[in-house]
Each structure stands twice: as C-alpha cells, then as structure tokens.
C-alpha cells in the first residue's frame, strides 16, 4: 500500500491535497493489458474520424452539391462538438460511471456513423457530423480516465499512456490512407461505415474486460454547469477557426465575447456549488497545470507543421494526396516508437528534463525543415521525423504527469481538460502558424499585371487558387506567377517556423521550470 507523501508535495510549491483513500498498488496483469487493448478501438475510432473526411470531400462535393459554407461546417463541425463537450462529458463519466459512458457513446457514435454514411443531403452530413462530435466526446475522457484507474503502478500506467497516445497518433495518420483506400474502391460514405464493425466488436468486449469506476462522492449532476461549459468552450474555438480561416472579423470578436462571459459566469457557478462539475482545486496545482499547457503547446507545434507540410509536399513538390501521406507516415511512425521509449527513459531522467527537451526537438525539426537549404520531399520528411521524437516523449509524459497529479476519482475531469487542451492546441497551430504563412503568402505574392483583373482577387488568397490561375497562362505570365508563387509561400514557410521555434523555445523553458515539482520519474 501507498499513501501519498503531503510533505513532499507541499516542499515541491503544490498546494496540499485533501487526504484521499490509499491507492494500492498492483502490478497489472493479462486482464489489465487485454482491457487497455479493448480501450484502443474507441481511441482510435475517435482519432481516425478526425482526419478521414478529408479525403472525401470531392466525392462528398459532387454527391451532395454543399455550398462552400456548408463544406466548412462538414469539415469543422465535428472537432468543435468535441472540444466543445469534453469537460461537461468526463464530468460525466465521473458521476454515471466511465464504462457505462462509454459503451452509451460507442452505441451513439455507431449510429451516427450510420446516418452520416447514408446522409441524403449535405445538411444531413453536418447534422450527423456534430452528433460524431457529441459522441466522441463521450469517448475519449472515459478511456483514459479509466486507465489511471486499472493500472495502479507508475511505470505501468506510462506504458499504458504510451499506448494510448500512439493510437492517437497512428489513427491520425491512418485516417488519410484509409480514406484514400476506401474511396478507390467504395462511395464516400464507406468511410464512415467503418466504424461500425469495430465498435460491435468493442460493445462484445467492453462488458467482459472493462470494469466499472466513478467518483465515490460524485453530486448531483448540474444542468446549467453543462450548459455553460458548452457555450464557453464552443464559441472560443469556433472564433480561432474563424480567425485562422477568414481573418480577425465581427463574428470572430463575438464569439469570444460570448465564449469569455459563459467561462466566467461557469467559473463562478462552480465555486458556489458544494459539488462542482468541475473542480477547481485541479488548476491550483502547478505541475498539473505546466503538464496541460506543456500538452497544448506540443499539438500546437504538430498540427502547424501538418498545415504547412501538406501543402507544401501536394502544391508545390506536386504529389497526390495519397503519396504525400505517406511521407508524412514515417514521422508518425518515430512519434508513436517515442512514446514508447519516453517509458524507459522516464525511469533514469527526470520527466521535467525530457519534456523540456522534447520542445528543443520541435524546434530543431522547424529548422531542418526551413533553414536547412531550399525544403523538399526529403528535408520535409526528416524534419517530421524530429519533430515527432518530441511529439511522442512530451504527450506520453505529460498525460502521466497529469493523470499521476490527480486522484483517481478526478481522473474523467482531469483527463477531460487534458483532451480538450488537446484539440485547443491542433486548433491553435493552425490558427497562429497557418495565419503567418497565409499573411506572409498574400503580402509577398507579386501578380504580373496582365493576370490581374477585378473580378479575380479571391485567386490569389491560396497557393492553390494562384497555381490553377497560373495554368491558364501557358507563357512567361504563367512562369513568373509561379516563381512567385513558391517564393512567397517559402517566405512564408520560414516566419512560421521562426515563430513555431520561437513558441517551442519558450514551453522547454516553462515545462523545466513547472514540471519540476512533479512525484520523481524515477520512483513508482
């Protein structure tokens, strides 16, 4: 038996926790392992379904004829329902049961996958994609809530974290190549319709291996807390997605008024709430906060690179969407193997220093991929691989340290607020880096006089939109608007990498010095 060492904590600069029951710590066994293993099918239903469509869209496009605004929303309506959702949903989990969470939102995203499979109209889509949303964020608290609670030793429990943070990863990138092997062979919805055997055979083993856990004293279950947690969450990142897309507008400006007022207005509920949905005292803990800020900026410096890397490696190299995937899959590859190797090293150097310098290799990966001569297929690759060595160490430390600061009976809210963290952070690298290489694009791009008319300024706002352009000037017009075209978004490349390095610099600095108070690595 353990018990938790109050006088450590309080040496550390952590406030003292309230004394919890001792956590007994057991080895796991074949049990525990084929349960982690049944987790891994919602992980990775939940992981692909965000990156799948996007392979879909043209066939969605000629299928179902959505207006331009409509594409957006099929494309963005499902990570906003998820980040959206996320802390009300592991709230939850805490109170009804996490297993009993989860199997009512494995069954709700089966459904939903259906009806989006067979959606008549593109409306439809959209609706069916949000209850994707709804359901996912049932999901993704509850599988890793309920691995801090089967495994009850350290090392463990960071092998299991590994695991669960590579099929993150690997169903990020098996999402493009299954799509795109999908759509070779069967109708868009087919990509959608996948899910369904899989969950049917998690529903099968759920029940069997998984067993059963919530807070003890959870409270009553707190409607408007609900309420006001989705009109918080929901509007903030809808207004990054808005700025990230369009520029800074009205309708971005309102929806982080309304996202500021709801957050605050939630915050106080909470503290006058004998039983809050959320519990506060978790943000009062310095190293659980530097391990979700730590967690936020990783996926930040990740999905910028994604952005500027796709682009790069299919409008301007020239490869199909399918190939330049698969450039891209060796660095998932490295960034699934870290994690793994992050739970030997943890045991022999302090988990504060291998964050730290998982940031370092975020950084140095930005610099092969801008700074290293001119970029290409390989200097892209590479520097993906770098980078993911960082990505891989930094999510599988930090959800442990996160996790291992925390109750067990805290576990969904804690992991809620690591996962929407999490989504914040991909919604952020797109959001600040891909506004600078977009910005940069535009303010550098020189249009040869005779390929510019009134009517078609709207062209040049993407490097895609100039290249089609380009093609229709099969002369020197065309050549000198292509040369520009790739020198522009070079330039633009390399300032959002500086800042992405600049970004990733400064989160080795803050994890050195907030993770230092965590338990020691090196300890059970």
């Known amino acids: 038996m353990t018990t938790i060492d109050h006088s450590a904590l309080h040496s550390a600069g952590r406030p003292m926790p309230c004394p919890t029951p001792a956590e007994e710590v057991v080895k796991a066994g074949g049990r525990q392992w084929i349960a982690l293993a049944v987790l891994m099918l919602p992980v990775l239903l939940t992981s692909v379904d965000n990156t799948v469509l996007s392979f879909a869209l043209p066939q969605v496009s000629t299928a179902l004829k959505p207006t331009g605004t409509q594409l957006l929303w099929l494309v963005d309506v499902y990570p906003l329902m998820l ?46 994609r949000a209850l994707l949303g709804v359901f996912g964020a049932t999901l993704m608290p509850s599988t890793l809530s309920l691995i801090r609670n089967i495994f009850s030793d350290r090392n463990d429990r960071r092998l299991a974290i590994a695991t669960w943070a590579a099929m993150f990863s690997g169903g990020a990138a098996l999402g493009p190549i299954v799509g795109g092997w999908l759509l070779e062979h069967y109708w868009w919805g087919s990509v959608f319709l996948i899910n369904v055997p899989l969950i049917a055979v998690f529903l099968l083993l759920a029940f069997v291996f998984l067993s059963e856990s919530k ?69 009062s803990n310095r190293v659980f906060n530097g391990a979700i800020v730590s967690n936020l900026l990783s996926l930040m410096g990740f999905a910028g690179f994604v952005f500027f890397a796709a682009q790069f490696l299919q409008l301007v190299v020239g490869m199909r969407p399918l190939a330049a995937a698969i450039v891209l899959l060796p660095g998932l590859v490295v ?27 975020s950084a ?21 691989a770098v980078l993911g060595m960082g990505i891989g160490l930094a999510e599988t430390l930090t959800n442990d340290i996160m996790l291992t600061s925390v109750a067990p009976h805290k576990a969904g ?16 690298g797109t959001a600040v880096l891909g506004s600078i ?25 993407t490097l895609g939109g100039t290249l089609e352009t380009a093609a229709r000037y099969p002369n020197f017009i065309g050549e000198d608007l292509l040369r520009s075209a790739h020198a522009a978004f070079d330039l633009g490349i390399q300032r959002s990498s500086a800042a992405a390095i600049v970004i990733a610099l400064a989160a080795a600095v803050l994890s050195f010095r907030t993770l230092r108070g965590a338990t020691d690595s090196r300890t059970p």
């Open 335 to 361: 960034t699934v193997l870290a994690g793994f190797v992050a739970v030997r090293l943890v045991r022999v150097i302090p988990a504060y220093k291998l964050v730290s310098a998982s940031f370092v290799m």
């Open 364 to 384: 140095l990966g930005y610099a092969i991929a801008s700074f290293a001569g001119t970029p290409s297929m390989w200097s892209i690759m590479v520097a993906f």
């Open 413 to 428: 809210a804690a992991s809620a607020i690591s996962e929407t963290a999490y989504e914040i952070g991909a919604v952020l």
């Open 215 to 283: 807070d003890p004293n959870p409270g009553r279950l707190d409607l408007p807390s609900i309420g006001l947690s989705l009109s918080s969450m929901l509007p903030i990142v809808f207004g990054i997605k808005t700025v990230a897309e369009h520029g800074v507008s009205d309708l971005a400006l309102t929806s982080f008024a309304v996202g500021i007022m709801s957050g605050v207005a939630f915050i106080r509920r909470q503290h006058r709430l004998a039983s809050p949905m959320l519990d506060l005292t978790l943000f």
């Open 83 to 128: 980040a959206g959702l996320l802390v009300a949903m592991g709230s939850l989990g805490d109170r009804l049961g996490r297993r009993r969470l989860l199997v009512i939102g494995a069954i709700g995203f089966g459904i939903a996958s259906v009806c989006a499979a067979y959606s008549p109209t593109a409306s439809t889509l959209i609706a069916s």
């Open 437 to 461: 290489l977009t910005i940069t694009y535009r303010t550098h791009l020189l249009i040869p006089a005779a390929a510019q008319r009134a009517d078609n300024e709207p062209e040049f706002q």
